[in-house]
Each structure stands twice: as C-alpha cells, then as structure tokens.
Nanobody
C-alpha cells in the first residue's frame, strides 16, 4: 500500500506561485496515476488535475488550465503541482491521491489519499 505526504503549502500573496509536492512511499509512485484535488472551507472536494503513471498524459479541470501544471519524477517517487498567479479563491487544502486506473475525475477510484497541505492566498 502506498502512502502519500504532501508539502509545500503556505501563505502566499495573490499573484505569487507555489510548487506543491506529493511524496510517495511504501510502493513506487510509478505504479499509479496521481491526481491533485483541493477542498476549500465549506465546499466539496474539487478535482484539479491528474497525471498518468509515466507522465506522458495530463488532464486538468477547466478551472485549472493555464495556471496549474502537474509533473512527476518517478525516480524521486514524487509528484508536483505548480500553481502560478495565485488568487484568493485558490485558498484550500490541496490533496494528492493515487489511482491504479486512468479515470481522472472519478474520485472513488483514487484509493490512497494524503493528508493535504494548506494553501492560503492573501489579497
């Protein structure tokens, strides 16, 4: 069973950038497609994007296109989420999740979740 730990969140001013990391242990990250989600206070968890096991294909939510970039380094067992031009509405807990399938927005197929990292964007 893979374990996931996110890091890289923090307090950022609007317009800034952040790179979040998701470190996998227990099993190789390359065994999984990896997704990023976020959950803002009082809102449902929202799909951000997903990357295939080998990194060849990425899929983003419409709201994430243009400012969010997912990448992975399987040699380091780590997946990244780069966020540019942060906005206050990006404030949320960001979570990574692992799936043995490729169905980016189907949350129940993500069988392992990290605890999340808080991103707070000030205006």
């Amino acid at each position: 069973q893979v374990q996931l730990v996110e890091s890289g969140g923090g307090l950022v001013q609007a317009g800034g950038s952040l790179r979040l990391s998701c470190a996998a242990s227990g099993r190789a990250a390359s065994d999984y497609a990896m997704g990023w989600f976020r959950q803002a206070p009082g809102k449902e968890r929202e799909f951000v994007g997903c990357i295939r096991r080998d990194g060849t294909t990425k899929y983003y939510a419409d709201s994430a296109k243009g400012r969010f970039t997912i990448s992975r380094d399987n040699a380091k067992n780590t997946v990244y989420l780069q966020i540019y031009s942060l906005k206050p509405e990006d404030t949320a807990v960001y979570l990574c999740a692992a799936s043995s399938d490729w169905s980016p927005t189907t949350q129940y197929l993500y069988t392992t979740w990290g605890q999340g990292t808080q991103v707070t964007v000030s205006s």
